[in-house]
């Protein structure tokens, strides 16, 4: 059974780094045509992609927030990790990772629970 | 920001069909693939359609999706109170825009 769970502070203060992890079980991201994204959602507005990463280790990015963004990977661990920086009151909302699989033609076909950041001073 | 429109909002009576569009242009849905998800207030999206017609295992067979050149629909058929839901559609855009959703639609059942 494929999960994966969000985890992170529940708030930040704005300038500073946040930091998510996405701690994954039932595969594995050194499977060929694998892949984990990073989506948000502000209250009340659509779903945002913001990140991927690939079982190579290549790296893809929102070209509009690609500056404040890295994605990063420990294959031992099981997790991924998404750090968003400079962050503002706008970057308030819930963080997902999901799994990429090219069974599923790059869908997301498994999604976690959701992590709720609020940036606040 | 999204680049895949779709109409804010949708609403029809039980056992209706209603249809939800989704429009892109060449870089995102005219070459790849369009994906359908659901998303019920407070839950996370679940995968509703792949590979524009494709339904995971355990999706009714009264969603379906489809594809034409640079916009997809998803249809809803025999529409029943727990398809009450957020609705997004979502495609590859290339390398460099990396991965759009759609605005959104909600869809109400009367």
């Known amino acids: 059974q494929v999960t994966l769970r969000e985890s992170g502070p529940a708030s930040v203060s704005p300038t500073q780094t946040l930091t998510l992890t996405c701690t994954f079980t039932?595969?594995?991201?050194?499977?060929?045509?694998?892949?984990v994204d990073w989506i948000r959602q502000a209250p009340g507005k659509a779903l945002e992609w913001l990140a991927r990463?690939?079982?190579?280790?290549?790296?893809y990015y929102n070209p509009s927030l690609r500056p404040r963004l890295t994605i990063s990977k420990d294959t031992s661990k099981n997790e991924v990790v998404l750090r968003m920086t400079n962050v503002d009151p706008v970057d308030t909302g819930t963080y997902y990772c999901?799994?990429?699989?090219?069974?599923?033609?790059?869908?997301?076909?498994?999604w976690g629970q959701g992590t709720t950041v609020t940036v606040s001073s | 920001q999204s680049v895949l429109t779709q109409p804010p909002s949708i609403s029809a009576t039980p056992g209706q069909r209603v249809t939800i569009s989704c429009s892109g242009d060449n870089s995102n849905i005219g070459t790849y693939s369009v994906d359908w998800y659901q998303q019920v207030p407070g839950r996370a999206p679940k995968l509703l359609i792949y590979?524009?017609?494709r339904r995971p295992s355990g999706v009714p067979d009264r969603f379906s999706g489809s594809q034409s050149g640079t916009s997809a629909s998803l249809a809803i058929s025999d529409l029943r109170s727990e398809d009450e839901a957020d609705y997004y559609c979502a495609a590859w855009g290339g390398s460099l825009n990396g991965h759009v959703f759609g605005t959104g639609t909600k869809v109400t059942v009367l």
């Open positions: 990463i690939d079982w190579e280790d290549d790296k």
């Open positions: 590979a524009n017609d």
């Open positions: 999901g799994r990429v699989a090219g069974t599923y033609f790059w869908a997301t076909d498994v």
């Open positions: 039932g595969f594995t991201l050194s499977t060929s045509s694998m892949y």
